[in-house]
């Protein structure tokens, strides 16, 4: 299953998400095409139900088409929409047409007024999947103003509504699905991040390999080498720590488990980004060369939806919660895909 997935969205997305597709679209150049190709391919609808024409995959078998939405850079809420979708679908509200951001966290509604700073995707959606609180929302990008974040390239934007959009949908507490929005958001995030940096992580090695000083290879280096293999160990723990996070045999995550892949991929997020410059040099830096399309990427999804000190203390706050447990049987009981897998099978 991982494999027929993996090699089949790794080919259409290295396809359309081409580097010179993700600069057009950073610089405002129609969506359409692109989104159009996303809707034939029928990835979108994965975590629906097959009784509502979806794929009825579950989020663990999902995970290769969104670490490779991440590893392409997509620059369209392609990974949001199948998730607020497949979250949408089992609270039994149909999904609108066109891409769907998620906003689990950050929104404000004041007196009918609602306002989300720094949406990811917020230049791009169409919708808004939002957390108000005392429900969650479905907001057409249409009926707000927008502020695009001043950052170079970013697809962010503050989007602020004066009253109630026409069009939008409320989600009331009992019918929404089992798993948060911002845990949802927080394990697509940690998947992201996994593909992209094993992307960091591939385009420095092969630079490594390629670039000569002194007679030789800057990657045979001891120097160099040091760095690439702190980079290598935090890309790979944070695949293993976003998988966990998508351990789910549902359309949303544990909580728990979310909280861990976003911490760790947070974490590590600064790292990866930070050794792959250096190795990369001034080179790096520049707007020609492709390594900052993904790691700009990293330093952004690093923050959204919280960052790594956001999440760990929602873990603190849950071992606090849980006296009978010290730190180490809290990890083994809580927090393993063992413990899940065995918690859902009863």
Not at 122 to 145: I, Q
Request: net charge negative.
């Amino acid at each position: 299953m991982d494999n027929l997935f993996s090699d089949s969205v790794e080919r259409l997305l290295s396809e359309i998400s081409t580097p010179m597709a993700i600069r057009a679209i950073e610089n405002g150049s129609d969506i359409t095409a692109m989104w159009q190709s996303f809707e034939e391919s029928g990835f979108l609808d994965a975590l629906v139900p097959e009784s509502q024409d979806g794929a009825g995959l579950t989020l663990d078998q999902v995970f290769p088409i969104l670490t490779s939405a991440g590893r392409n850079a997509v620059p369209l809420p392609f990974a949001h929409t199948m998730l607020a979708r497949g979250w949408l679908a089992a609270a039994g509200v149909a999904a609108p047409s066109g891409p769907i951001t998620i906003a689990g966290l950050g929104m404000r509604l004041d007196e009918g007024v609602i306002e989300g700073r720094t949406i990811p995707f917020g230049r791009v959606a169409h919708w808004v999947l939002a957390d108000l609180g005392d429900y969650c929302a479905l907001l057409p990008v249409a009926g707000a103003t927008s502020q695009e974040a001043e950052v170079h390239g970013s697809l962010s934007a503050t989007l602020r509504w004066e009253k109630w959009p026409e069009g939008a949908v409320k989600i009331s507490a009992s019918s929404q699905a089992a798993s948060g929005l911002s845990e949802l958001a927080a394990a697509g995030y940690a998947a992201l991040m996994a593909g992209v940096s094993d992307r960091v992580l591939e385009l420095t090695l092969d630079y490594a390999n390629q670039r000569s000083q002194f007679g030789k290879n800057i990657g045979r280096f001891q120097a160099v080498q040091s760095q690439i293999s702190l980079m290598a160990e935090r890309t790979w723990a944070t695949r293993m720590a976003a998988q966990l996070a998508c351990q789910s045999t549902a359309c949303s995550p544990s909580p728990l488990l979310a909280a861990v892949g976003k911490a760790r991929a947070s974490e590590a997020a600064p790292i990866i980004a930070d050794i792959g410059h250096a190795v990369h040099g001034a080179i790096g830096i520049t707007e020609e060369y492709d390594l900052q399309l993904y790691t700009r990427r990293l330093r952004e999804w690093r923050l959204a939806e919280g960052a790594e000190t956001y999440w760990c203390s929602r873990l603190g706050s849950a071992l606090l919660a849980q006296p009978e447990h010290s730190a180490l049987s809290f990890i083994c009981a809580k927090l393993s895909a063992s413990s899940h897998a065995c918690a859902a099978a009863h």
